[in-house]
C-alpha cells in the first residue's frame, strides 16, 4: 500500500512539473487533409482552439489531481479514525470483561447486547444491594442516637467530640461531605447516612470504657442534691461511688495522659486525666496518689487507692468526674452506654 502511494505520488510530481510547460506553449494553426473519392477535404484546427483545449484540459487535470489528493487524505485520515476506534472498543471491552463472566478469549465473538445486559443486571443487582444498605444503616442510626441520647451528653459536648475528629460533623450542623464519595456513586441520602453512622459510633467509642472502680455502690448521684457540709441545694458534677469489695485501687476510666496529680483545698488528693477528643476525667479524696503528670496511663493502671481526703464528710469514697470540652456530664449514663456499643461491636 505504501509502495502503490509512493509510485502515485511520484507520478502526480512529474505531471505538475509539466504543466506550467503545456500552459505556456505557443500553438500554431495546422491543417488535416483527406482525400475521400477523388476530392480532398481541408480541416482547420486554430492555434486558439488547440490553446483552449490544453488550457481547459490543464484546469480539470488541476481539479482531478486536488480532489484525489483530497480524497487520499480523508481516507488516511478516516483509517487513522477507524484504527483509534478500534483501540478503544478493545480497551471497553478488555475493561468491561475484566469484571464478567464472559471468557475474554472470546472478545471477538462477543454480542455487545450481551454484555449489555450483563451489566444491566449487575446495575440492577447493586441498586438492590444499596437499598437494602441504606435501611438497614438508618435503622442503625435510630438505634445508635436513642443510645446517645441515653448518654445525657449535651449538643454542645457532641460537637466538641465531632469537631476533635472531623472539624465538625452533620450531628453539629455541618455538610455531609467526605473526599470518599466525590464522585457521588452513591445516592446523596445514603451519603449522610453512612457518616452519621461513623460519626456517632466515634462519638461513643471516645467516651470513657469502665468505671474507675472494680466494685463500687453510688453513694451520691449526678446532678442536684443538697451538699453534705453546707446543706444547701447545689448540683453535683460528678458521682461519689464506694468500693465494694477488697480492691480499693482507682484506674482510669479510659487511657490518656496526667495533667495534674496533687493535693486541692476541697477535693483532697486529685488526679485529672486528660483524654482524646476533648474528654477529661477528674478522680477525687484520695488516700494516696501513684502517678505524676506527664504519665500516660492505660485501663490497668492504678491511679492510687480510694480515701477521704479534702472537705469530705461522708467517709471513704470516690469523687468521680466526667468532663468534655469543660462541659460536665453523667458518667454514669455515658460510660454504660458507651461500654454496651462498644462490646456489641467488638
Known sequence: MLKALQMIGAWLSRALMTLPKWWRYEYKDFRIIIEQDGHLRYFRTPASLQCAAVRSAIVAASIAIVILVGLLAANL????????????????????????????????EIDMLGLAKEIKERQWAIQQYIGFSANAINEENQSLMEQLRATNLS???????????????????????????TENLLPDSLVKDILKNREIHDILRSLPEQMPLKQFEISSDYGIRRHPLTGLVHFHNGVDLVAN????????????????????HQLGNTVIIEHSHG????YAHLEKIDVRV??????????????????????????FELCVGGFSTNPIKAIRTAKNVQQIKR
Open 155 to 181: 449538643n454542645r459536648a457532641i460537637q466538641v467530640i465531632e469537631q476533635a475528629s472531623f472539624g465538625g460533623g452533620i450531628l453539629a450542623g455541618g455538610e455531609a461531605t467526605s473526599s470518599s464519595f
Open 279 to 282: 474528654l477529661r476525667t477528674l
Open 245 to 264: 469489695g477488697e480492691d480499693q485501687s482507682i484506674y482510669p476510666a479510659k487511657a490518656g495522659r496526667v495533667i495534674s496529680a496533687a493535693m486541692q
Open 294 to 319: 506527664g504519665d500516660f496511663v492505660g485501663l490497668d493502671t492504678i491511679l492510687g487507692t480510694i480515701g477521704n481526703t479534702g472537705a469530705s464528710t461522708t467517709g471513704t469514697h470516690l469523687h
Open 77 to 108: 485520515t478516516l483509517s487513522s479514525t477507524k484504527s483509534r476506534l478500534e483501540e478503544s472498543h478493545r480497551a471497553i471491552y478488555a475493561t468491561l470483561l475484566s469484571d464478567s463472566t464472559i471468557d475474554p478469549s472470546l472478545a471477538p
